[in-house]
């Protein structure tokens, strides 16, 4: 199973773009990159998935680099209300009911009034 | 659909006390999942049923922890003795086979004195 990492924290001004990078440099072909969100005292929410092309969604936008070693999700006009910590899944919860979603340490972000 | 539900949404209760968190999935959804979130270990995945069979408990601490789903609309965790340990929020998430997002409820914020 491929593992990942985030920086455990970014800042970015309200308003503008952040921009949240994730390595998966193990990842393997058929392996999806999953991005959840924990928002301080709620339950993770689901924000997207990709394979290898890039994806977009009312929520996000997720660029995956060409080898699929790393992706980069994007929160095109940050509000406060984006500050939370935001999750890149390593991939062993592909298909829900046989296997396992799990998470890592996620990056924290702070939108910065 | 009121999303996953779960209940108490606090708990404070003495050491050796037994303790039951409980689990509502959405109405539909046939994989459930009950995490665990701390400061230090952050999120774990304890257990995860598939059409109400579990699939994989690896992640339940020991055996003062235990699980079940008794149908398709209702889950139990079951701490017993509770330990000052176990105090953290517990998550319960439910997904649909072939899904690409699991849903999770609010949390049951236990704290053992």
């Known amino acids: 199973d491929a593992k990942t990492t985030q920086p455990p924290s970014m800042d970015c001004a309200e308003g503008r773009a952040a921009n949240l990078p994730c390595n998966h440099s193990?990842?393997?072909?058929?392996?999806?990159v999953y991005w959840y969100r924990q928002i301080h005292s709620q339950g993770p929410q689901y924000i997207i998935h990709g394979l290898k092309n890039n994806e977009t969604n009312e929520m996000a936008s997720l660029i995956i680099t060409e080898d699929r070693k790393s992706s980069t999700l994007i929160l095109p006009h940050a509000t406060l209300r984006d500050t939370a910590v935001y999750y890149c899944?390593?991939?062993?919860?592909?298909?829900?009911?046989?296997?396992?979603?799990?998470f890592g340490t996620g990056t924290r972000l702070t939108i910065i009034p | 659909d009121a999303g996953v539900i779960q209940s108490p949404r606090h708990e404070v209760t003495e050491m050796g006390q037994e303790v039951t968190l409980r689990c509502k999935p959405i109405?539909?959804?046939?994989?459930l999942f009950w995490y665990r979130q701390t400061m230090m270990r952050g999120l774990e995945l304890l257990i995860y049923?598939?059409?109400?069979?579990?699939?994989?408990d690896s992640g339940m601490p020991e055996d003062r922890f235990s699980a079940k789903m008794p149908n398709a609309s209702f889950s139990t965790l079951k701490i017993q003795p509770s330990e000052p340990r176990d105090s953290a929020v517990y998550f319960c998430a439910s997904a649909r086979t072939g899904d690409t997002e699991a849903f999770f409820g609010q949390g049951t914020r236990l704290t053992v004195v």
């Open positions: 049923f598939n059409n109400n069979v579990p699939i994989d």
């Open positions: 193990t990842i393997s072909g058929n392996e999806y």
């Open positions: 109405s539909g959804h046939n994989s």
């Open positions: 899944i390593p991939p062993e919860g592909v298909n829900f009911g046989n296997e396992k979603l799990t």
